[in-house]
């Protein structure tokens, strides 16, 4: 059983910064790739970033230059460092592994506000 476990969300003022976090654990072949998504309220889930075991990256145009997303692949660990957030990076947050099936974490809430 394959478990993915999201960390690090929070209530930050705009301008700050979080690092999410995010682990598989449990019995899982190989990972192909690993992806952050986020859902703001009413809304529908978006790509934030993705990264390869390669280590290849792709960013949504809204976070591009703000966020970076990174990974450990000897932990199964995706980290999604965010910087200068906005009020519109409010949002549940995401991760994804793509493995011979994708495996979605509970997601980590985060509130970028005064």
């Known amino acids: 059983q394959v478990q993915v476990v999201e960390s690090g969300g929070g209530l930050v003022q705009p301008g700050g910064s979080l690092r999410l976090s995010c682990t598989a654990s449990?019995?899982?072949?190989?990972?192909?790739?690993m992806y952050w998504y986020r859902q703001a309220s009413g809304k529908q889930r978006d790509l934030v970033a993705q990264?390869?075991?390669?280590?290849?990256?792709n960013y949504a145009d809204s976070v591009k230059g703000r966020f970076t997303i990174s990974r450990d692949n000897a932990k199964n660990t995706v980290y999604l460092q965010m910087n200068s957030l906005k009020p519109e990076d409010t949002a549940v947050y995401y991760c994804?592994?793509?493995?011979?099936?994708?495996?979605w974490g509970q997601g980590t809430q985060v509130t970028v506000s005064s």
């Open positions: 994804k592994v793509q493995s011979r099936r994708d495996y």
């Open positions: 449990g019995v899982i072949f190989s990972i192909n790739a």
């Open positions: 990264i390869t075991m390669g280590g290849g990256t």
